[in-house]
């Protein structure tokens, strides 16, 4: 199958007919941010920070969007020379605001001088403005399918979020096929585009929460009849990169059901 073909099959599965119909939820998708972490903050969070000299990650242990940055970070093996610097989102210091990143969220990169956000844009940065393994292809069809994927995951979070408040699994059963059906599209590796790529870091931190979370609250999960996902999700957790930024699943699950006052 090529790759305009298999876009074409992607652009009219069934959840696309539908995705554009969900309401928007009633809390943003950085919600899922919105937690003081337990780990011990940087003492830098207690002071206005000196006149960067390393580059400098600003993070929440968290936060899912700041996880993603955070995993590739650690895949190009960056960890001497990206400083994480942990914001807590629910005490947050006023240098941040004032001094660093106006927006106020996480994550955001500070590196040349110049502070740059959003983390799917921030992964791409860091990919390839610094050495280490290539985490996005150089191939144009494989980029375009990448960017596909990349743009699906905000539909994929609300689908999940969606059907969390509701009775119908319905939205969150169509996304979820919508990844098996994307894992299906390679065959020389387990991951979406046969190998470990942005793309799986993308959607790592969510499916790391919305796994555990979707089986405590809706007895479902998500990878029962989708093999090609289940796969994904075991060759995953074996990636170190990814390893060193997991949370325990209970605590997550814990975050999100009150985050979302889900009992």
Not at 26 to 47: E, Y
Not at 51 to 67: D, K, R, V
Not at 83 to 89: A, G, T, Y
Not at 153 to 178: C, P, Q
């Amino acid at each position: 199958m090529t790759s305009s073909s298999y876009a074409n099959l992607l652009s009219t599965s069934p959840f696309h007919k539908v995705a554009h119909k969900l309401p928007s939820y009633s809390l943003p998708l950085q919600a899922l941010c919105l937690r003081r972490s337990t780990r011990p903050f940087s003492n830098k969070t207690s002071a206005v920070p000196k006149a960067a000299i390393a580059t400098e990650l600003y993070t929440s242990y968290i936060c899912p969007y700041a996880q993603r940055v955070w995993i590739a970070r650690n895949s190009k093996g960056l960890q001497e020379k990206i400083k994480l610097v942990p914001i807590d989102l629910e005490d947050r210091p006023s240098w941040y605001k004032e001094k660093v990143y106006p927006p106020n969220k996480v994550p955001s990169l500070e590196h040349d001088n110049e502070v740059r956000g959003e983390s799917l844009d921030l992964m791409k940065y860091i990919d390839s403005s610094f050495e280490g393994p290539a985490l996005y292809p150089n191939d144009p069809a494989m980029r375009e399918f990448a960017e596909e994927l990349l743009s699906y995951s905000d539909t994929f979070n609300r689908a999940v979020l969606f059907s969390l408040k509701g009775e119908s699994l319905n939205e969150i059963s169509l996304a979820v096929n919508y990844l098996e059906t994307a894992l299906s599209k390679f065959s020389d590796g387990p991951f979406f585009l046969g190998q470990f790529s942005l793309v799986d870091i993308a959607y790592a931190p969510f499916v790391e929460r919305f796994h555990p979370l979707l089986l405590e609250v809706k007895n479902y999960d998500i990878t029962t009849g989708r093999p090609t996902l289940r796969s994904w999700i075991e060759n995953v957790n074996k990636i170190e990169a990814y390893k060193q930024t997991k949370r325990d699943p209970q605590e997550l699950v814990a975050v999100l059901k009150k985050r979302f006052s889900i009992k």
